[in-house]
T-cell receptor, first 114, second 115 residues
Framework: NAGVMQNPRHLVRRRGQEARLRCSPM?????VYWYRQLPEEGLKFMVY????????ESGMPKERFSAEFPKEGPSILRIQQVVRGDSAAYFC????????????FGQGTRLTVV | AQSVSQHNHHVILSEAASLELGCNYS??????LFWYVQYPGQHLQLLLK??????LVKGIKGFEAEFIKSKFSFNLRKPSVQWSDTAEYFC?????????????FGTGTRLTIIP
């Protein structure tokens, strides 16, 4: 059973470009979470999705950021018109549909904006 | 806003020393508690978790943690550390007062073990 897969591992974008980060949850998991880790800080929750639904986006910046988890395919975190302050590690986690259980994390995507 | 505090930012120990990393959360009520470890260049892995029952929780690699409800604490312990324990350790909480499923993390503790 493959773990949570994130790609790319490293992404370099120039200011103003778009960044697309992908996350494939573990098999059988229908809940996906995105977290951001800024330098010298802990992980901060961004958004929680289930298939085709955004459940909680209270941690998402109001502008330029969006997330989706379509019926087929990976979850996508999209950052439009990136700025230097978006440089961070972005982690995806997944969990199964029911029961109290831990979230399983991917290896993260390190975004660098130049 | 609910928060999780890890007071030790960087801990340096010699091999075989005992370890205790502090974790406190800001609000009572029903909580689920986790310790994750991130080895250099790798993803976060679960060390141990507490949902209910015995407040002393055993995890992988000889780690344990004790939930003390009256102190809002969930400190991580290991009696004898190894060089391979060098990593970053994150305490996390979720539950009804923390936004349900989403995790609230502490800022992490970087542990360096000197051979």
């Amino acid at each position: 059973n493959a773990g949570v897969m994130q790609n790319p591992r490293h992404l370099v974008r120039r200011r103003g470009q778009e960044a697309r980060l992908r996350c494939s949850p573990m098999k059988g998991h229908s809940h996906v979470y995105w977290y951001r880790q800024l330098p010298e800080e802990g992980l901060k929750f961004m958004v929680y999705l289930q298939k085709e639904n955004i459940i909680d986006e209270s941690g998402m910046p109001k502008e330029r950021f969006s997330a989706e988890f379509p019926k087929e395919g990976p979850s996508i975190l999209r950052i439009q018109q990136v700025v230097r302050g978006d440089s961070a590690a972005y982690f995806c986690a997944s969990s199964p549909p029911r029961g109290r259980t831990e979230a399983f994390f991917g290896q993260g995507t390190r975004l660098t904006v130049v | 806003a609910q928060s999780v505090s890890q007071h030790n930012h960087h801990v340096i120990l010699s091999e075989a020393a005992s370890l205790e990393l502090g974790c406190n959360y800001s609000y009572g009520g029903t909580v689920n508690l986790f310790w994750y470890v991130q080895y250099p260049g790798q993803h976060l892995q679960l060390l141990l978790k507490y949902f209910s029952g015995d407040p002393l929780v055993k995890g992988i690699k000889g780690f344990e943690a004790e939930f003390i409800k009256s102190k809002f604490s969930f400190n991580l312990r290991k009696p004898s550390v190894q060089w391979s324990d060098t990593a970053e350790y994150f305490c996390a909480v979720n539950g009804p007062n923390f936004g349900n499923e989403k995790l609230t993390f502490g800022t992490g503790t970087r542990l360096t073990i000197i051979p």
